[in-house]
């Protein structure tokens, strides 16, 4: 087996699939997406693979196409910190990230609920950080749709730093205890914090874990969220999966991290992929075709076309020509997501020109313009192709999502991951307890969170 040391090593998480057009819920083998059984079943595949962590989205409402639930999210949302505090119990390396939004969450109780998932874990705690401004979503919580838009990073900056502010003020050796007196032999100091939005005064509540603070996801991509990420995330959760546009993204990345004080390695940048395998490379490529056609069925192809036209789009085949009249102006068609088109006349523009060029129908249209970037073939070229674009700064590995529901990544990891173990490329044990360790990423030490991630007004006495 080639020395691991001499390359970069792979690392892998697993994205719960969950309720989106990736996921083939009409499949005779999907499972439940809320049963406990099936978040278990992808935990423990994660962890026999050796994983780094396990990935939990959240949404935090219902989504509806034309006034009426999608019927993705028929399933519905359970809990992140119950599901991620339940799975704890049920593996011992595996990190345990959630999707938790800054805009409708206070710092206090996010720094609670994360310091408890941490200790509860043994250290396997992360915050995948991530912002709305969408008046919709915002209808169900007490500040309704108040949040500008350009102020989103700004509440989000300021959310990060006082939850790392209340993890901070606790050194790791102040929870010693007099059993004569019964009092904490050091003080627990005050927080005090003060920004636009938060005024917090006052001890937090519970002593330091085992990380310093969990691992910061961050899944931003405008030029403010890239520099979010620079500042203060640990891991990047990114769209660009395709090689050179991966490498574009990883340089202008990794070259803002200097200005933070920060090295390179101190980043990790892990885009989504999806995979298909097969006995050979035909086999991999004709169930890939068949998984997309189960993906994007003809009313998901219908309902992505409308996002963009602005307009009902049912009276259309989805094997046959895009509409020949011009995009709407109705951005309420889609509620509860982003929609596709920030300037919905040149996306179809751009869309006609393609499918004129390729000879695509709607259909194939949406299959090619909502792939998510996968790895397609027999297990040792998937692994050798993952390798590639580690090697070549493209990514510093991969979130993987499965299509199915809980056993998509089965497969993955019986075949795959024996291929990259092979090339050096993949740990063969866990080598430490912690998600940091995983990583290879530092534990932040007491008083560090104002030096090292640009905390302002924030002070402990």
């Given at each position: ?205 519970l002593p330091r874990s085992p990380q310093g603070y969990p691992v910061q996801i961050q899944a931003g991509d405008s030029d403010e969220g890239r520099e979010f990420a620079a500042a203060k995330a640990d891991v990047i959760f990114s769209a660009h999966g395709e090689l050179e546009d991966g490498q574009r993204f990883y340089r202008d990345v990794k070259d803002r991290l200097a200005k933070y004080g920060r090295g390179r390695d101190e980043l990790k940048i892990l885009p989504a992929a999806g995979f298909v395998l097969g006995d050979t490379t035909a086999e991999a490529h004709e169930r890939a075709r068949h998984i997309r056609l ?168």
């Amino acid at each position: 087996m080639p020395d691991q040391r001499l390359r970069k090593q792979i690392h892998l998480a697993a994205h719960f699939p969950g309720v989106n057009h990736h996921t083939v819920w009409t499949d005779p083998n999907s499972g439940s997406q809320i049963d406990f059984d099936s978040f278990v079943h992808l935990a423990r595949t994660a962890e026999r693979g050796l994983f780094d962590f396990f990935f939990l989205a959240e949404g935090l409402r219902l989504r509806e196409h034309r006034d009426r639930i999608h019927d993705l999210d028929v399933v519905g949302r359970p809990d992140t910190f119950t599901v991620l505090g339940a799975l704890a119990a049920v593996t011992t390396h595996l990190g345990l990230a959630g999707t938790i939004n800054t805009t409708f969450n206070e710092p206090f109780e996010l720094a609670k609920q994360f310091g408890t998932l941490d200790h509860l874990s043994g250290g396997r705690a992360a915050w995948n950080a991530v912002t709305s401004s969408d008046a919709f979503t915002g209808e169900n919580f007490r500040r309704g749709g108040y949040l500008e838009h350009a102020k989103r990073y700004t509440r989000a900056h300021e959310v990060v730093d006082a939850t790392r502010a209340l993890w901070d003020s606790w050194s790791a050796d102040a929870l010693v205890i007099d059993r004569e007196r019964g009092v904490f032999a050091r003080p627990v100091p005050t927080v005090h914090f003060s920004s636009e939005q938060f005024e917090i005064e006052g001890p937090f509540v519970l002593p330091r874990s085992p990380q310093g603070y969990p691992v910061q996801i961050q899944a931003g991509d405008s030029d403010e969220g890239r520099e979010f990420a620079a500042a203060k995330a640990d891991v990047i959760f990114s769209a660009h999966g395709e090689l050179e546009d991966g490498q574009r993204f990883y340089r202008d990345v990794k070259d803002r991290l200097a200005k933070y004080g920060r090295g390179r390695d101190e980043l990790k940048i892990l885009p989504a992929a999806g995979f298909v395998l097969g006995d050979t490379t035909a086999e991999a490529h004709e169930r890939a075709r068949h998984i997309r056609l189960q993906q994007v069925s003809p009313q998901t192809a219908i309902a992505f076309l409308e996002q963009v036209w602005g307009r009902d789009l049912s009276a259309y085949d989805p094997d046959g020509p895009l509409p020949d009249i011009d995009p709407a102006e109705d951005v309420n068609i889609t509620r509860g997501r982003v929609r596709h088109a920030r300037d919905p006349r040149a996306i179809a523009d751009a869309w006609r020109a393609r499918a004129a060029a390729e000879n695509l129908s709607i259909r194939e249209l949406i299959i090619a313009t909502t792939a998510r970037q996968q790895f397609i073939g027999t297990p040792a070229e998937v692994a050798a192709e993952i390798d590639h674009y580690v090697q070549s700064d493209a990514a510093d590995g991969f979130v993987l999502v499965p299509y199915l529901t809980p056993t998509g990544l089965d497969e993955f990891v019986d075949k795959v991951v024996p291929e990259l173990q092979s090339l050096g490329s993949f740990r063969t044990e866990y080598t430490g307890p912690t998600l940091r360790h995983h990583l290879g990423l530092r534990h932040p030490h007491h008083g560090t969170s104002n030096l090292n991630h640009g905390t302002e007004g924030v002070r402990a006495s």
